[in-house]
């Protein structure tokens, strides 16, 4: 009985190791995505104010 009951530990150690390391992986895959997105948001204020600078020769700044 301690055989089987051993068995089944070792197999849900294996499960939730699993799982964690998937959990792993979608986190730092969505912590690119918010990156990017901060990026990209990052370059389209840029890009208006060098739009505003060069339209009116006035500073931004």
């Not at 009985?1 to 959990?23: C, D, E, H, P, Y």
């Not at 918010?34 to 505003?52: E, L």
């Amino acid at each position: 009985m301690k055989s089987k009951s051993s068995s089944i530990l070792r197999v849900a150690g294996v499960a939730f190791l699993t799982l964690g390391l998937a959990a792993c992986n979608a986190v730092h895959g969505a912590g690119r995505d918010v990156s990017a997105i901060g990026h990209d948001v990052s370059r389209g204020a840029s890009a208006t104010q060098q739009g505003i600078t060069n339209t009116t020769g006035a500073s931004t700044h």
